[in-house]
């Protein structure tokens, strides 16, 4: 029975370890598991991991185990009411392992096996194709490729963000991911200002169709702070649930590089667009900080300076689209095509804010309830003396969970920890304006050699 009470920072109960063999046989291998580990990110459609097993029994051979298995694994921090939302369990759903990477010999009597695995849709992903004709709002066509028995075929938990438009698509005989990843750029947020830029993934809780603003509008599910010692409670005793606060090490990931802004597009842009129904090409243009406002952002102000020096052609994008009422001159046609003009700049730039964003990579005790597309806060302290060693007025602050890893060590340290790489796309104040071109400069000079 998984117990309740969290012992210390990075507790975790580790329930269930079961591998399900080609030939029908279910090995219990907990006692074998010397690690496990989960990736996931909001930038990958599922999530992927690995597990160690230190063998002295040659299970590779009498499993037998060739990278065709079964994986239930169940893995939870020690909570009074755990649910579906706070433990990794993958007992209904069980995971497939793919590969063995790593066998070599541990010592005289035991080996070290390595073997990495994938939730069972990407391997739907890898044998089904898509070509077919769709309807409808978008995120409900992203639900009937996901479900559809033909395709993914899953029946893991959706969570998604409704969206506002309505749109006709025709599937090429692509993947059913790649159509999931097409159908991204044809959404609009029906609740975050018709926001195009959306993601889909996968976490240990489920799959996740969320737009950029809708990510950022969330209120932070934990606080952590820098350097907290063992707390104590009125007992005396150290206070473990506290301790799951603590920052035990992080890192300024650079990211400040004003040419790749521009490059990217983060900047500005130019799109120049030929409608071949009526004929004609027109020009639109995208800038940053005049959007900045129209968008839902961790803090309230760009991450450039306003005096910034850009141009329109920083960035250029041309397209064709088709803006007549083709199908029914007379009722009006409401479906969109691409909806390139409103949806192709504005989410190229603001999927650019989380590449450019201020970046760290932070170590916290593990905690199951937390998954990738969350908000943290972190209270960063300032190493300025000339603040009173108050908060970081940068650093401090609100972060998106952009990708994460749990790190389990189960046979040496019985310790869970989590590795996060967390972005917030704003600064907290506005950056100075003053230009930093100074007057009277020196006058050009061409020498012909």
């Known amino acids: 029975m998984a117990k309740s009470d969290l012992k210390y920072a990075g507790d975790f109960n580790f329930d269930r370890c079961e591998i399900l063999t080609t030939t029908g046989n279910t090995l219990d291998i907990a006692q074998l598991v010397e690690s496990i580990t989960f990736y996931e990110s909001i930038f990958d459609e599922t999530i992927s991991g690995s597990i160690t097993l230190k063998d002295t029994t040659n299970i590779l051979q009498n499993g037998p185990i060739i990278g065709q298995e079964k994986l239930f694994l169940k893995l939870s921090t020690p909570q009074t009411k755990p649910n579906e939302d706070t433990v990794i369990d993958y007992t209904k759903q069980p995971l497939d392992i793919y590969k063995i990477n790593m066998q070599y010999g541990a010592n005289e009597s035991a080996t070290l096996i390595g073997l990495d695995f994938v939730t069972h849709e990407i391997h739907r992903n890898n044998i089904s194709r898509v070509s077919q004709s769709y309807k409808g709002e978008p995120h409900e066509i992203v639900r009937k490729i996901l479900r559809d028995e033909n395709y993914l075929k899953s029946t893991t938990k959706f969570y998604y963000e409704e969206t506002a438009n309505l749109v006709k698509v025709v599937m090429p005989n692509i993947t059913p991911l790649d159509a999931i990843e097409n159908i991204l750029t044809r959404c609009n947020s029906k609740k975050h200002s018709a926001s195009p830029a959306f993601l889909f993934y996968e976490t240990t809780k489920g799959f996740h169709l969320r737009s950029v603003d809708g990510l950022c509008s969330q209120e932070p599910v934990y606080y952590y702070k820098e350097n907290v010692p063992n ?214 000079e061409d020498i012909a050699l």
């Open 231 to 444: 707390q104590l409670d009125e007992k005396g005793v150290v206070n473990a649930a506290t301790n799951l606060q603590s920052i035990n090490g992080y890192e300024v990931v650079t990211t400040t590089d004003i040419s790749a802004q521009m490059e990217d597009g983060l900047l500005s842009s130019k799109l120049i667009s030929h409608d071949v129904y009526n004929k004609k090409i027109s020009k639109h243009l995208y800038d940053y900080i005049d959007m900045y406002n129209n968008d839902t952002h961790l803090e309230s102000y760009p991450l450039v300076s306003q005096s910034i020096e850009k141009t329109e052609d920083a960035k250029l994008f041309v397209t064709s689209t088709s803006d007549g009422k083709i199908f029914n001159e007379t009722d009006g046609y409401p479906y969109e095509s691409d909806n390139s003009i409103n949806n192709l700049q504005r989410s190229n730039g603001r999927l650019a804010q989380l590449d450019f964003g201020i970046t760290l990579n932070v170590t916290v005790p593990g905690n199951t309830t937390l998954q990738a597309g969350d908000i943290i806060d972190l209270a960063i302290k300032s190493s300025s003396t000339m603040t009173g060693g108050g908060k970081d007025a940068k650093l401090a602050g609100k972060y998106l969970i952009k990708n994460l890893r749990h790190d389990f060590k189960v046979a040496t340290e019985g310790k869970h920890t989590m590795r996060l790489q967390v972005v917030k796309d704003g600064l907290p104040q506005q950056a100075p304006s003053q230009s930093t071109t100074k007057p009277g400069g020196g006058k050009s």
